[in-house]
């Protein structure tokens, strides 16, 4: 299937919103505009081959300055002339279309020689092309670029211009949006963690499980160091697919005891595959402008994308939405409920029961500072401070390890229980920790 049939079969069937189809670029209609250019380029005798092989051109995009766009840019032919002559340089050409350009060079003042006047002089450049002065003459020759006029290139560039921007501006509107939902969720969830009822409480901890499996599975966005950065919408669906299969298979994780929380549950899965379905909408677009300034290149010979504003192109890519809301999530909702990861001892990686701040900030649990004590260790195992060996209890962190028994009531009493195990082996040797019968 051609391509613009599938891009057309996309908009209709993926279930974008009306303004959102509306907002896309046109493939179809960028298509016609690149025939017109097409003809009009072969109208005036400058078909692929001659632009390519024949004369000396470029084709520039005016208001571009170092890849960004200052107002409306405007796509400019030039090609090289001999300023004396206004001849075209190196060009096999019809000589219609040499007439045509050198008749231009004159029309913008580059010279007042016709081609006529200068005839008998070409042929005998011709003649003696195995003179040497001839060919150093001919080298040496002062070039100037003249500007060749065509009109339906600049239809062509507004339109993609004004629908690149349309795009841009349909992102921003996008992300508001997101970010409004995001913000909303979040203040009704931090109603129901706030409250000290026993429903509330549990619900905090389901809600603390489904935010821990969500940030683990990395969906939009990684900042593991062998997949950093933003993913592209197949990544993105793959992994949410996991998250929602991983937490439709943990039955327990999704009960709740307050209706609202289930609501909520739903409203959070919601704005996912809205990012999802935006994902996918900007690679789409990004892909047919891509295709489209490469037919566009292939059908004129006009190399244009190359040096097309990488400022303009950059916008299609959703990237930076996704990390805009996957920031918002994790500033204003995720962060409403404490992860455990946040709370954890460097020595042991397990929940900082009884927790120890020591005078470089940094906190251990307690079990992990005696045994560093013990074995006479002063230097702190994250900055080498030497400030182990003067810890005592004024160190001990009550405020934070009040708000662990709040948070993480099933980790402290897990954690508690391994201390104590943990003190009994010290205590009584290793046979404390075997299991005996007594007949």
């Known amino acids: 299937m051609k391509f613009a049939q599938e891009y057309q079969k996309h908009l ?24 017109k250019v097409q003809k009009e380029l072969s109208e005036l005798g400058l078909d692929g081959e001659t632009l390519s092989e024949a004369l000396r051109s470029q084709y520039v995009l005016s208001g571009c300055e ?14 090289a002339v001999d300023e004396a002559t206004g ?5 096999k050409l019809a000589p219609e279309t040499r007439t045509f350009l050198q008749e231009l060079a004159v029309s913008q003042q580059l010279s007042d020689t016709r081609i006529t006047d200068v005839s008998t002089d070409l042929s005998s450049r011709r003649s003696s092309s195995d003179d040497e002065s001839s060919l150093e003459s001919q080298e040496y020759r002062t070039i100037k670029m003249i500007e060749v006029p065509l009109s ?34 979040s203040h009704a969830v931090a109603k129901i963690t706030e409250s000290s009822s026993s429903k509330s409480k549990h619900d905090l901890q389901q809600w603390r499980k489904i935010f821990e499996l969500y940030l683990s599975g990395n969906i939009f966005f990684s900042t593991a160091e062998q997949d950093h950065g933003a993913h592209n919408y197949a990544k993105a669906h793959q992994r ?23 609501v909520f549950l739903q ?69 409403l409920i404490p992860q ?17 701040r020591l005078r470089c900030q940094h906190v251990f ?19 080498r401070g030497c400030v182990v060996i003067e810890a005592d209890v004024d160190n001990l962190d009550d405020d934070m390890a009040k708000f662990m028994r709040k948070w993480f009531p099933g980790d402290v009493k897990a954690k508690q229980k391994e201390n104590e195990r943990a003190t009994a082996i010290d205590l009584y040797g290793p046979a404390y920790d075997t299991k005996c019968c007594v007949m």
Not at 267 to 276: A, H, R, T, V, Y
Request: aromatic share 8%; hydrophobic share 35%.
């Open 365 to 383: 649990c307690i079990r992990c500072l005696i045994v560093l004590q013990r074995e006479g260790q002063d230097h702190c195992p994250l900055c």
């Open 267 to 335: 409203q959070f899965l919601s704005i996912n595959l809205e990012l999802l379905q935006n994902l996918k909408y900007q690679e789409m677009n990004f892909t047919a402008m891509n295709k489209i300034l490469k037919k566009f290149d292939k059908r004129t010979s006009l190399s244009v994308q190359p040096n097309f504003p990488p400022t303009l192109s950059s916008t299609l890519l959703s990237q930076s939405t996704s990390k805009a809301i996957c920031a918002s999530l994790s500033t204003s909702l995720i962060s």
């Open 340 to 356: 455990i990861d946040d709370y954890l001892c460097p020595v042991c990686f397990s929940l900082a029961w009884r927790p120890v």
């Open 152 to 185: 339906s290139d600049s239809e062509f560039f507004s339109m993609l211009q004004d629908e690149l921007s349309g795009l841009t501006e349909l992102q921003e509107q996008e992300k508001f949006q997101l970010n409004r939902q995001v913000l909303a969720l």
């Open 240 to 262: 949410l697919q996991k998250f929602t299969k991983d937490l439709n298979s943990q039955v327990k994780m999704t009960v709740f005891k307050r209706k609202e929380s289930q």
């Open 66 to 79: 170092n890849g960004s766009v200052k107002g409306q840019f405007v796509p400019k032919l030039l090609v």
């Open 12 to 35: 209709a069937q993926d279930g974008y919103p009306p303004h959102w189809v509306a907002s896309a670029i046109s493939y179809r209609q960028l298509k016609k505009c690149i025939k």
């Open 87 to 91: 001849e075209p340089l190196d060009a």
